[in-house]
């Protein structure tokens, strides 16, 4: 199987010596790893003569098993291991080498085995699921390993290790070519060693095409699998998931009814996946029909299954819901865990409600569940949010109190939380102690930081951050460009900010929102450069950008005369808007000029309220069919 990259040059990790020497020669020369830094001594040397095969093989497996294995006590087994040994000792000895403090050991003992019958498929397969190499050069380990073991033949599950391994290299720059690697490896790689992949292959393969977005194709080898006489409700999983995470609930409905109409009965975690999607999807009446169709096959909803419905209530803006669901748990004999409470927290304090939030918070503490990271961190942004920075400082020392070690998001809310109550010294005494912890800055930390320097009138400190941002390599996001774009603009150098709008358009890092142009127009505006705030308001149309309430505001202030060029301004945005076909902004525009006692033509009138009304009929009467689908 041809590799990704550039295959790794293994020939300057094998020694030239019999492994035996250039082990103990490693041993010896790194205090680390030396005989009298082992907790644990070599094993006696007459032990083996008097030792079988099953003897010889349980002491390779307690090597194995145990927590910290010692590199002397694994070399000395090897030194002392009879010519005639059996070949099932040696992936043992690989697992307990590759969790050593010499893992590259591991590798050696693969690729200069002391005999040739030890390069069996077992071992072959020890070294793919335990040797720590980086999964993006582990394609080239498999096909080095191959041409340098002719009698080596791969079993379906060294290829499924392969591409889990593959699969979890997604995140890395180019995550097309790792998909064609592992579609390459399901297509051609494995057919050519007459195996047939199984469930766990076509899973893997299907979950990183979804999580990648490519859902057609996900979809698409789903199909195949069932052709190939496959079917597995895991497959399915990651698809439903995704498309519901798209808002396709006619295409998860689809894809559910094929599900059962190929014999593949829901398993609980596709009940998981279907909840909470629906939920998210503001589809609650769905929901409680697949919550009927769990009571009707005998399906018990688990911890799982109540976090999902939690999570998905919360997601949709019902926190009443959400609480009282987790309320209910308790009085089913079911205790909610740090992963129920979290999205409640979470929601309760991003909309303000941190007093609610803290009712939760103790109740959480008295069932005895510990908080970790995301729940503090959830709970002292919610106090930030509020300005309650005395309730947040003291959250944050019980954090650390409780060893619970903050996070990037952690160290990020409290500098935002000074910021807000005007308290910059304090921000950034937060700031240096977050870079003192180890925490390394992200594109939101940056922004918060320029945001704040920005708001307190330190322009020139906000673009030292940001050029610092640029040098350490760490793209800028929507949020940083439009606080430093903001920052400018109130420092009078609305041009210094269009330039930088426009860097932003053409390094593409990030894509302007409606709040980034609202910046931007209320810059131009107050600089009395109202054709050019014109020109971005057409740019802002062109790029698919709606304008909303502070748009329309902020034209009115300075163009606004009565019914006079306000009226028409507003008339001929909406009809732009309509003949775009984005009916919902063109309504909001009309909410605008109502609000404002600007009566609108009938004839515009009639062309808004008859676009949303189209639609919203229509996507009722097809959301009251697929909650009609869901119930059977």
């Not at 194995?64 to 099932?88: I, K, Q």
Request: net charge positive; glycine share 6%.
């Amino acid at each position: 199987m041809p590799p990704p990259t550039s295959p790794l040059p293994l020939r300057r990790l094998i020694p030239n010596p019999p492994f035996y020497a250039a082990a103990a020669r490693l041993c010896h020369s790194d205090p680390f790893v030396s005989s009298s830094s082992d907790d644990e001594a070599p094993l006696a040397a007459e032990l083996f003569p008097a030792a079988g095969a099953p003897t010889l093989l349980s002491v390779a497996r307690s090597l194995a098993n145990s927590p910290s294995p010692s590199v002397s006590s694994v070399l000395g087994f090897l030194r002392r291991l009879p010519t005639d040994a059996s070949p099932h000792i040696f992936p043992h000895l690989i697992a307990a080498l590759s969790r050593s403090p010499r893992p590259l050991l591991a590798l050696h003992l693969f690729l200069r085995p002391p005999t040739s019958a030890a390069t069996t498929h077992h071992s072959f397969n020890s070294a793919l699921a335990h040797f720590p190499l980086p999964p993006h050069l582990l394609p080239a380990f498999f096909s080095h390993s191959l041409r340098r073991f002719h009698r080596l033949a791969p079993t379906l599950l060294s290829f499924n290790l392969l591409l889990k391994c593959v699969c979890s290299s997604l995140v890395p720059r180019n995550h097309r070519l790792y998909l064609e690697v592992a579609l390459r490896v399901l297509h051609h790689s494995i057919p050519r060693w007459n195996l047939s992949p199984d469930k766990f292959t076509y899973s893997t393969v299907v979950s990183a095409l979804a999580d990648a977005g490519r859902v057609d194709d996900a979809v698409a080898l789903v199909h195949e699998m069932v052709v190939d006489g496959v079917v597995a409700a895991v497959a399915f999983n990651p698809v439903l998931s995704a498309m519901l995470r798209a808002g396709d609930v006619t295409g998860a409905a689809k894809l559910f009814s094929f599900m059962q109409l190929k014999g593949c009965a829901p398993s609980p975690a596709t009940y998981n996946v279907l909840l909470h999607g629906l939920l998210v999807c503001g589809k609650a009446s769905a929901a409680m029909g697949v919550m009927r169709r769990m009571e009707r096959e005998d399906v018990t909803p688990g911890v799982m299954t109540y976090g999902a419905i939690v999570d998905g209530l919360v997601r949709c803006g019902r926190l009443a819901d959400a609480w009282k669901v987790t309320e209910e748990m308790g009085r089913m004999g079911i205790a909610p865990n740090e992963f129920v409470f979290s999205p409640v927290i979470t929601g309760f304090c991003k909309s303000g409600e941190v007093d609610r939030a803290s009712r939760v918070w103790d109740t959480m503490v008295a069932g005895g569940v510990r908080p970790n990271v995301v729940l503090y961190s959830a709970m002292i942004d919610g106090f930030a949010r509020c300005g309650k920075m005395t309730e947040a400082k003291l959250l944050f020392e019980e954090m650390a109190e409780a060893k619970c070690v903050p996070n990037i998001v952690t160290y990020s809310s409290m500098v935002r939380g000074y910021f807000q109550i005007g308290d910059s010294s304090q921000a950034l005494s937060v700031w240096e102690e977050m870079l003192r912890a180890g925490c390394t800055p992200n594109a939101v930390t940056y922004s918060i930081l320029i945001n704040g320097l920005c708001n307190v009138g330190r322009s020139k400190d906000a673009m030292m951050v940001w050029k610092h941002m640029l040098g350490r390599g760490c793209a800028p996001d929507t949020i940083a460009y439009t606080s430093m774009i903001k920052g400018l603009c109130v420092s009078g150098m609305v041009d210094g900010g269009l330039r930088l709008f426009n860097d932003m358009l053409a390094r593409g890092d990030a894509d302007p929102d409606v709040i980034c142009y609202n910046v931007l127009v209320d810059g131009l505006l107050r600089a009395k450069d109202l054709p050019r705030a014109m020109d971005l308001l057409n740019q802002m149309l062109d790029n698919g950008c709606d304008p909303d309430t502070v748009t329309c505001n902020t034209f009115l202030r300075e163009i606004e005369d009565g019914q006079g060029k306000g009226r028409e301004f507003l008339e001929g945005l909406v009809v732009r808007l309509c003949n775009r076909k984005r009916n919902k902004a063109a309504g909001e525009v009309v909410m605008v000029m109502l609000a404002k006692y600007i009566v609108p033509d009938a004839t515009i009138l009639d062309m808004a309220v008859r676009g949303v009304c189209r639609r919203k009929r229509v996507s009722r009467v097809i959301d009251k069919c697929w909650d009609e689908i869901w119930k059977f």
